[in-house]
């Protein structure tokens, strides 16, 4: 899975806020003995404590401590009036300061531990339902790849799933609607639902009904996955598209948004999808992506995938072109995405030598005009 952009920040270590804020109590000292009158700054002591809680454990927040607290007592020491009763409190101060320190940054370790921790679950559960593909299904080389939006986990709605199945390579890409849990849950019973079907049904439409069922039985009115089927069988490509962006058939140079024949709803909604076929060329590359790719912005203007699609993914491998799509998108976008996407890139290589079974009547009268 592809890392959401910003995954890779540097973030300060530990003992980088640890000599930060030694530093930060020498320059006070400094400052209190350097001015010779008496102690004007000693009570920003209390500062370099929560510098380190931000980056530290908490023995290494006592340890800071202990240092300004000495810091304290040689300011005092060195002061005009020694340890005053003002002076007394600041000394207070520092020492409260610092037992609050700690305490925050034992707070702050746990929830980051509590992060950590459900980030890896996180990624567990993508793992388990989006199943690693390729880098061949049959006749295709395959290269797939998930951008997500959020920088805590990459885990969302967006869907995708490669077969070898008796009828043919089946591919689905697909995109629930809403985000959070409830969009997970949905696209791992679509993708159960469809590893399951795409092995004992000859007709792809037969899958679309299942996967509508499926989608109608789990979710309310107002929720749907827009989908689409593609069939690779023996260098003919059906693809049956319900409510989602086309695929874009990259062919010696040119881009084909394989439109379907006739707009069908998303699944959930009853669809009644027509097919759109094709006859593939060894070399030829498909292009499958969520709607996350087409709705990227910058400044307002809609990433132009189709005008850039063969000058980014004509070349070099599959893996090489979603690298390259991916880069271009973070570019496009400064790195900053508003909904997940996910990406699949075929290339037809050729018959794969396994004998394919006859397709059914429907497809090839679709392929012949009828």
Same mark, same amino acid.
């Given at each position: ?5 910003g995954h890779g920040d540097a973030v300060p270590s530990p003992r980088t806020g640890i000599v930060g804020a030694v530093a930060l109590a020498v320059f006070i000292t400094g400052l209190d003995l350097?001015?010779?009158? =008496? ?6 002591? /209390? ?15 006592? @340890? ?29 101060? /520092? ?9 925050? =940054? ?24 989006? +199943? ?12 797939? +790849?998930?951008?997500?939006? @959020?920088?805590?986990?990459? /885990? ?35 993708? #159960? ?13 037969? /899958?679309? @009904? ?51 024949? %006739? ?30 790719? %087409?709705?990227?912005?910058?400044? #307002? ?5 189709? *005008? ?29 995405? *508003? ?32």
């Amino acid at each position: 899975m592809a890392a959401n952009p910003g995954h890779g920040d540097a973030v300060p270590s530990p003992r980088t806020g640890i000599v930060g804020a030694v530093a930060l109590a020498v320059f006070i000292t400094g400052l209190d003995l350097a001015d010779g009158n =008496s102690p004007a700054f000693v009570g920003l002591l /209390i500062g370099p404590p929560f510098l380190a809680a931000a980056f530290a454990g908490h023995r290494a927040v006592v @340890s800071v401590g202990v240092l300004c607290t000495i810091c304290g007592f040689v300011i005092g020491y060195q002061s005009p009036d020694k340890f005053d009763h003002d002076q007394v409190i600041r000394m207070v101060a /520092i020492v409260l300061a610092t037992g609050l320190a700690a305490a925050v =940054s034992t707070i702050r370790h746990r929830t980051s531990e509590r992060v950590a921790t459900l980030s890896k679950l996180a990624v567990v559960a993508q793992q388990a339902i989006l +199943r690693p593909i390729g880098p061949r299904v049959g006749g295709l080389a395959v290269a797939v +790849r998930y951008v997500s939006a @959020s920088a805590e986990a990459d /885990i969302g709605g967006d869907l995708y799933e490669a077969l070898n199945t008796p009828y043919g390579v089946r591919l689905l890409i697909g995109d629930v609607r809403g985000k959070g849990l409830d969009a997970v849950r949905l696209a791992s019973i679509v993708l #159960g639902s469809y590893r399951h079907v795409a092995h004992e049904r000859a007709d792809l439409r037969a /899958i679309v @009904s299942d996967l509508d069922r499926a989608v109608a039985r789990s979710v309310g009115y107002e929720d749907f996955v827009t989908a689409a089927l593609v069939e690779e069988r023996g260098g003919t490509l059906t693809v049956l598209n319900c409510g989602h962006p086309p695929p874009l058939l990259l062919r010696g140079g040119q881009v084909i948004a394989l439109d379907p024949p %006739a707009p069908a709803p998303p699944l959930g909604f009853l669809p009644v999808a027509r097919p759109r076929v094709e006859r593939l060329e060894p070399g030829d590359r498909l292009l499958l992506y969520t709607d996350g790719l %087409a709705e990227a912005r910058r400044d #307002g203007e809609f990433f132009p995938i189709q *005008d850039r699609a063969w000058r980014i993914l004509g070349h070099g491998t599959v893996e090489d072109g979603l690298t390259s799509l991916e880069n271009a998108l973070k570019d496009w976008v400064h790195g900053v995405l *508003d909904d997940d996407i996910a990406l699949v890139l075929l290339e037809y290589t050729g018959a794969s030598g396994t004998p394919e079974p006859a397709a059914p009547a429907w497809e090839w009268d679709e392929a012949l005009g009828d």
